[in-house]
C-alpha cells in the first residue's frame, strides 16, 4: 500500500487560540473546525523557540535550536550538517514540493540560502513585500496579473510596508500560496506514479503588520472581541523584564482600541487563511485525494496580541507567545474528532512522520495516540528557547544591546522561564494562575520548587548536546 501523501500547512505567527472549534467564539473558522471534526488536535502543543528560524529548523529536524545551531533570524547560511526530514522522506521515495516562505536563513540576499532539504518544487515566497520579482515569485505573479505594487502596498522610505487599503483576497499572498499548491498537487498527480508527495504550504499570515484586506478586519467588531489578557501588574513584570529583549517591550502603552483595532485584523487573516483551506479541502475531496493524504495543520509560534501589554515576539514565554494550533487529519487512520490536552512539542512532528513512513518508532512520536487506542502523554515537559534569536536585525539600533538567552520549562502544573544573563526570571503556577499573572520567581515560599524546577532544566541540557556551529549573520 501507498504511503499517505502529506499536506504540510504552517502558517506564520498563530496564536493557539484562534480556532472556533476549540474554544474561541468570536472567530469565524469554519474549515479549521471542519479539520478538528475529521481530526486530532492537540490544545498544548508549544513551539521551542518563539521565533520564525530557530522554530522552524526545530521542527523541520526534531532538534532543539540550541542542537541545531539555527537560533535567530538574520542567520546568512544553514549549517551544512542540517538534515530535514523533508530530506529523509524523499529518500523513502516521496515528491516533496513547498509554496511560501521557507526561512531556515536570512532571505535579505535573495532567495535564501538552502541545505539540502530535497524541495524539487520550490515556489519561494518569504512575505509578501521583501525583495522583488526574481527573488519573490508572489510578487512576480502580482505584476504579471497586472497587479500594481504601488497600488497594493504601503511604501516607507521606497520600500514596501504591508499591504494598503486596496489589497483584495483574490490578490493576497494566502490566496496565492494555496493557488500554487494546486497547481502542485495537479501536475504531480498527472504524472500518474505510485510515489507519494509531500507539499509544504507555508503562509506569511497572520504575520504583522495587521493588514487584512479590510473585507475580513471589518467582520470583527473591534468591541466585541475578547479582552488581551491584562492586570496592573504587567506593567511591573515588564519593568523587571526589561533587559530581556521583545520588539514591542517600551511600547507596551499603546491604548486598548489600537490593541482591538489589530486583533480585528488579526482574527481577518486567519479568517482569510481559513477560507484558503477550504479550498484545499474541497480541491482534495473533488479529486478523490482526500482519503490518502495526511493534513499537519500549526504555526510556527505565536503573537502576544496585547497579552500582559505586549504585540509581537521575543524574549517573552507567555502561553500566546508559546503555544501554538496543532491539528492532524487522515480519514480511516488517524481518530476523528479527538483533542488532547498533553504537553506537546512541534518537535515531535518529526517523529511522527518517521513512524508513519514507517522509518522507525521513536520516543515522542504521536502516531500511537493518532491511530490506536493509546491515549497516555509522550512527554511530561515542554521546552522553548530564544538565544538573541532577534538581535540585532530587528533592534533600534541606537539602543543598548542587552544579550538575551533564556530557556522555559513547562511540566503539568508550573512554567519556570530562566534568563541565564540577568538576575531575574518568572515562574508561574498555571494550576491556580492559567493567564500567567503571578510572578513567584522572588517569592520565599515557591523556593523549593524553584530550585526544583531549575534543576530540571540543567538535567534537560545535560541530557543533549549544544550544537557548535558558529554562526555567520547576513544584514
Not at 467582520?219 to 521583545?246: G, I
Request: hydrophobic share 30%.
Amino acid at each position: 500500500m501507498r504511503r499517505p501523501n502529506i499536506l504540510w500547512i504552517c502558517t506564520d505567527q498563530q496564536r493557539y487560540d484562534t480556532i472556533h472549534y476549540l474554544g474561541n467564539q468570536a472567530i469565524h473558522t469554519p474549515n479549521l473546525d471542519r479539520l478538528c471534526r475529521e481530526g486530532t488536535s492537540f490544545t498544548n502543543a508549544y513551539c521551542q523557540n518563539p521565533v520564525c528560524s530557530p522554530s522552524r529548523a526545530s521542527f523541520l529536524t526534531g532538534k532543539y535550536p540550541s542542537e541545531t545551531g539555527i537560533t535567530a533570524n538574520g542567520q546568512k547560511s544553514v549549517p551544512e550538517e542540517t538534515e530535514l526530514i523533508t530530506k529523509e522522506l524523499h529518500d523513502l521515495g516521496y515528491r516533496c514540493g513547498l509554496c511560501g516562505k521557507l526561512h531556515l536563513a536570512s532571505p535579505k540576499e535573495g532567495i535564501e540560502n538552502r541545505c539540502d532539504d530535497a524541495y524539487e518544487v520550490f515556489h519561494y515566497s518569504h512575505d509578501p513585500w521583501y525583495g522583488n520579482c526574481e527573488d519573490n515569485e508572489y510578487l512576480k505573479w502580482l505584476v504579471d496579473t497586472k497587479g500594481d505594487l504601488r497600488e497594493l502596498f504601503e511604501y516607507e522610505s521606497g520600500h514596501r510596508r504591508g499591504y494598503s487599503r486596496n489589497i483584495t483576497a483574490q490578490k493576497h499572498q494566502s490566496t496565492w500560496c494555496v493557488n500554487k499548491a494546486i497547481e502542485c498537487i495537479d501536475e504531480w498527480e498527472s504524472e500518474n506514479t505510485d510515489d507519494p508527495w509531500l507539499l509544504s504550504l507555508n503562509i506569511f499570515d497572520p504575520h504583522p503588520p495587521f493588514d487584512a484586506p479590510e473585507e475580513y478586519a471589518g467582520r470583527y467588531d473591534c468591541e466585541k472581541l475578547p479582552d488581551p489578557l491584562f492586570r496592573e501588574s504587567d506593567m511591573k513584570n515588564q519593568e523587571n523584564l526589561k533587559m530581556a529583549y521583545h520588539q514591542s517591550a517600551l511600547n507596551f502603552h499603546e491604548p486598548d482600541k489600537i490593541i482591538k483595532q489589530k486583533k480585528a485584523s488579526y482574527y481577518g487573516m486567519v479568517e482569510l487563511i481559513d477560507e484558503q483551506i477550504g479550498r484545499l479541502l474541497n480541491y482534495l475531496e473533488e479529486h478523490d485525494l482526500r482519503q490518502t493524504t495526511m493534513i499537519i495543520f500549526h504555526s510556527d509560534h505565536g503573537e502576544m496580541l496585547g497579552d500582559h501589554g505586549l504585540l509581537l515576539k521575543g524574549a517573552r514565554f507567555y502561553e500566546g507567545a508559546t503555544k501554538v494550533p496543532l491539528i492532524f487529519s487522515l480519514p480511516g487512520v488517524i481518530k476523528e474528532g479527538k483533542q488532547y490536552d498533553h504537553l506537546v512539542e512541534l518537535r515531535d512532528i518529526v517523529p511522527t512522520l518517521r513512524e508513519m513512513a514507517k522509518m522507525t518508532a521513536s520516543a515522542n512520536s504521536l502516531w500511537k495516540i493518532l491511530t490506536e487506542k493509546e491515549n497516555g502523554p509522550v512527554r511530561d515537559h515542554v521546552v522553548c528557547e530564544y538565544h538573541d534569536s532577534l538581535w540585532p536585525q530587528f533592534a533600534d539600533k541606537n539602543a543598548v544591546h542587552h544579550t538575551t538567552n533564556a530557556t522555559m520549562y513547562r511540566n503539568d502544573r508550573f512554567k519556570i522561564v530562566i534568563y541565564h544573563t540577568q538576575s531575574t526570571g518568572e515562574l508561574y503556577d498555571l494550576e491556580n494562575d492559567p493567564d500567567e499573572f503571578e510572578n513567584h520567581w522572588n517569592e520565599m515560599s515557591y523556593r523549593s520548587i524553584q530550585t526544583e524546577l531549575m534543576l530540571l532544566v540543567m538535567d534537560h541540557y545535560m541530557s543533549g548536546c549544544r550544537s557548535k556551529t558558529p554562526v555567520i549573520w547576513s544584514f
